[in-house]
């Protein structure tokens, strides 16, 4: 519909268009475009919705309100969700219908179920599902004491209470019961039930609207119990690649296909990629897995954006392994960590882990602490069995005897800082290698692939904001290995002004400035530059993505990689994935609040390497070696939350010629100390005459 036509539109039919247009796009996974069509009922909400007003408005405001916390849930950011979900639950009560009620408070269940609050779903719902007919939220419930049931006790037994109910359901849809079955099938699995777990997975196959998912799902299930339970799976595995082949076919065909939050998590959690992806390994080799997770990559969001593809591993090795070097490409199955090893010979190896219950959430936590200013030592026990679940002996000396490490899926473990693990020589694998994200295969493809582009005269535009708080004397440290005259500082620029300075097209920019959580945008994160004519100085990524950038760019800004997490579309959603789109190949940038005098010092050494010779990877291992070497600055919270993504450019800084009053020193000392041995040599042959 026309702009023009809507805004002549009563309040009422807007509202009623609105929320059919955003579940129509939300049902094909479209929550990109979602998020705009919602930036206009924002937009309209003031004059049309002040406190749900009239049943027709309240009751649309409601749904409107439960639907844009289902694309908060759909996008990763369930925190902001479940205000909005609790918000429209006390309104839908206040109304008395069922099916409002129910609708809401499903969607506030997602919300609790997303962010891993299990009890607190139990606490919303149970009081519903016992007080009347809420069949709709038997499901949520269900998940809730099954997630907690898979470590046993009370809950196990009403999670299987419960999931039987929904499957029996006949008034509830094909795909809840489906679900049902396939998580009792897992109940049964965990408990080594595994002619239990094949009659469940029979039954849930007996039911009607049977999608290619749902299909692939239950293969993988019965491909599990038929092992267990000793009988031949061969049949059982071809059916399964089979059918999760065809089913990325048929993500393929999508003119918009989902992103990396509604796509590569469904294939890991549902439908077990790990489990998928091991059994081509064993079938068809480690090469063929590692071809087929790339090619599974290349359809998340950023890698359509940047043009990237599988690619082949010789031009995986050729662009993307220096010499010395090695990929590590991971993918966490349901019950095993699979990490794909790359090197400069051509082979494919496939290391398959066992790294105990709940590691991506030992993970968050661990980096949830690190990213916190240390009040006393931390145990340093913890880093190293970390370490252990994520590399074996034999893959940690593998490291060990590399020169840099590339590093791809990380973005599953909540930007755990991989560089704050141990080695075997217990120095921090950043400290130690060289280290660099990508945000897939096929996005470092595409980012090497682009052609070099030949700087200006600038080597260095150093960007800031008064409000930063830092002093003259440290932002000409940040410049100071640097040429004078192949530097740029701007104390105080706004947008404009920075775009008119990234004309003269330098090497690298950094910006050492504040970070901005923008709760309304679809990329969250933003930073602050100063105020202009008609400019509030906060930058957004839709107003980075307007810009041209250099190669390089360095983020010293709080929160600048923080956005929804997206499992397999890292950077998407993130400042990060903003700049690789306007132009760097390479983005140094941290997930954390940083500290601003050790982000300071760290960047002092950064620049003095890339000064050197060095590349952006190694000159962050340099910088962290030095503030590691320093026990004032030796935690994680100054060292390692720093980190490269991207492909590391050729960009190479000319350094400061030294001081002439200095080399005139030294020359003079020179001169003086020669004269003085003239004169020693000379009296002694006087004495001797």
């Known amino acids: 519909m026309h702009a023009e036509t809507y805004a002549t539109l009563d309040p009422e039919t807007r509202i009623f268009l609105l929320g059919t247009w955003i579940d129509t796009l939300l049902q094909h996974s479209r929550t990109a475009e979602a998020h705009r069509v919602l930036e206009r009922f924002i937009a309209d909400r003031p004059a049309a919705l002040p406190n749900y007003p009239g049943p027709y408005l309240r009751d649309h405001g409601i749904q409107l309100d439960r639907l844009l916390a289902r694309v908060e849930i759909q996008e990763g950011r369930p925190d902001l969700a479940i205000p909005i979900a609790q918000r429209a639950l006390e309104a839908a009560r206040e109304t008395g219908e069922g099916d409002l009620i129910d609708s809401t408070a499903a969607t506030l269940a997602d919300g609790y179920l997303s962010s891993g609050q299990h009890e607190r779903v139990i606490a919303l719902l149970t009081p519903l599902v016992e007080g009347g007919e809420h069949d709709r939220l038997l499901i949520h419930l269900a998940l809730a004491h099954y997630e907690l049931g898979l470590r046993g006790g009370k809950h196990r037994h009403r999670a299987e209470e419960l999931l039987t109910r929904v499957a029996g359901e006949e008034s509830l849809p094909a795909q809840a019961r489906i679900v049902a079955r396939g998580r009792l099938a897992l109940l049964d699995l965990e408990a080594q039930a595994f002619e239990s777990a094949l009659e469940e997975v029979a039954a849930a196959r007996r039911l009607s609207s049977l999608g290619a998912a749902d299909g692939a799902f239950l293969t993988a299930l019965e491909h599990e119990a038929e092992l267990g339970a000793g009988r031949s799976a061969e049949a059982s595995a071809e059916r399964l690649i089979a059918e999760v082949?065809?089913?990325?076919?048929?993500?393929?065909?999508?003119?918009?296909?989902?992103?990396?939050?509604?796509?590569?998590?469904?294939?890991?959690?549902?439908?077990?990629?790990?489990?998928?992806?091991?059994?081509?390994?064993?079938?068809?080799?480690?090469?063929?897995?590692?071809?087929?997770?790339?090619?599974?990559?290349?359809?998340?969001?950023?890698?359509?954006?940047?043009?990237?593809?599988?690619?082949?591993?010789?031009?995986?090795?050729?662009?993307?392994?220096?010499?010395?070097?090695?990929?590590?490409?991971?993918?966490?199955?349901?019950?095993?960590?699979?990490?794909?090893?790359?090197?400069?010979?051509?082979?494919?190896?496939?290391?398959?882990?066992?790294?105990?219950?709940?590691?991506?959430?030992?993970?968050?936590?661990?980096?949830?602490?690190?990213?916190?200013?240390?009040?006393?030592?931390?145990?340093?026990?913890?880093?190293?069995?970390?370490?252990?679940?994520?590399?074996?002996?034999?893959?940690?000396?593998?490291?060990?005897?590399?020169?840099?490490?590339?590093?791809?899926?990380?973005?599953?473990?909540?930007?755990?800082?991989?560089?704050?693990?141990?080695?075997?020589?217990?120095?921090?694998?950043?400290?130690?290698?060289?280290?660099?994200?990508?945000?897939?295969?096929?996005?470092?493809?595409?980012?090497?692939?682009?052609?070099?582009?030949?700087?200006?005269?600038?080597?260095?535009?150093?960007?800031?904001?008064?409000?930063?708080?830092?002093?003259?004397?440290?932002?000409?440290?940040?410049?100071?290995?640097?040429?004078?005259?192949?530097?740029?500082?701007?104390?105080?620029?706004?947008?404009?002004?920075?775009?008119?300075?990234?004309?003269?097209?330098?090497?690298?920019?950094?910006?050492?400035?504040?970070?901005?959580?923008?709760?309304?945008?679809?990329?969250?994160?933003?930073?602050?530059?100063?105020?202009?004519?008609?400019?509030?100085?906060?930058?957004?990524?839709?107003?980075?993505?307007?810009?041209?950038?250099?190669?390089?760019?360095?983020?010293?800004?709080?929160?600048?990689?923080?956005?929804?997490?997206?499992?397999?579309?890292?950077?998407?959603?993130?400042?990060?994935?903003?700049?690789?789109?306007?132009?760097?190949?390479?983005?140094?940038?941290?997930?954390?609040?940083?500290?601003?005098e050790a982000t300071r010092r760290l960047m002092v050494h950064v620049t003095a390497a890339l000064a050197a010779g060095a590349d952006v990877a190694e000159a962050l291992r340099r910088g962290r070696a030095a503030l590691w070497n320093d026990p004032a600055t030796r935690d994680p919270y100054y060292t390692c939350l720093v980190q490269a993504f991207g492909v590391p450019p050729r960009v190479r800084f000319h350094p400061r010629e030294p001081k002439r009053s200095g080399r005139l020193l030294f020359t003079l000392l020179v001169a003086a100390a020669l004269g003085v041995t003239w004169f020693v040599l000379r009296s002694g042959k006087r004495r001797r005459a």
């Open 245 to 596: 082949d065809a089913l990325i076919q048929s993500w393929q065909g999508l003119g918009s296909p989902p992103g990396g939050v509604g796509f590569l998590r469904d294939m890991r959690e549902r439908l077990y990629l790990g489990e998928y992806l091991e059994l081509i390994a064993k079938r068809r080799g480690a090469r063929a897995a590692f071809e087929r997770l790339n090619e599974i990559q290349a359809l998340a969001s950023l890698s359509r954006i940047l043009g990237g593809d599988a690619g082949s591993v010789e031009e995986i090795e050729e662009r993307l392994i220096p010499p010395g070097g090695v990929l590590l490409s991971l993918m966490y199955g349901r019950k095993r960590l699979l990490v794909f090893e790359l090197e400069g010979s051509g082979e494919v190896e496939l290391h398959l882990l066992s790294p105990g219950p709940n590691l991506i959430q030992d993970a968050r936590d661990y980096q949830h602490r690190i990213s916190l200013p240390p009040d006393g030592p931390r145990p340093a026990g913890e880093a190293r069995e970390l370490a252990s679940r994520f590399f074996d002996r034999a893959l940690r000396e593998r490291i060990e005897k590399a020169s840099s490490v590339v590093l791809v899926g990380g973005e599953m473990f909540a930007g755990l800082s991989f560089e704050s693990l141990p080695l075997l020589s217990q120095r921090p694998l950043g400290v130690d290698r060289a280290l660099w994200r990508l945000p897939s295969v096929p996005c470092g493809l595409a980012l090497a692939r682009r052609p070099h582009r030949e700087p200006g005269f600038l080597d260095l535009l150093l960007v800031s904001d008064p409000s930063v708080g830092i002093e003259r004397p440290g932002l000409s440290s940040l410049v100071e290995p640097v040429a004078a005259e192949r530097t740029s500082v701007l104390e105080s620029a706004s947008l404009p002004r920075l775009a008119q300075e990234l004309e003269a097209h330098p090497a690298a920019v950094h910006l050492f400035t504040h970070g901005l959580l923008l709760a309304d945008s679809v990329i969250p994160a933003g930073l602050r530059l100063a105020r202009g004519q008609g400019d509030d100085g906060e930058v957004s990524a839709e107003e980075v993505l307007a810009l041209d950038w250099p190669e390089l760019v360095l983020l010293s800004v709080c929160g600048a990689a923080s956005g929804p997490l997206r499992i397999g579309d890292a950077a998407s959603a993130d400042l990060r994935g903003a700049f690789l789109r306007g132009g760097a190949r390479c983005v140094v940038g941290s997930s954390a609040d940083l500290n601003r």
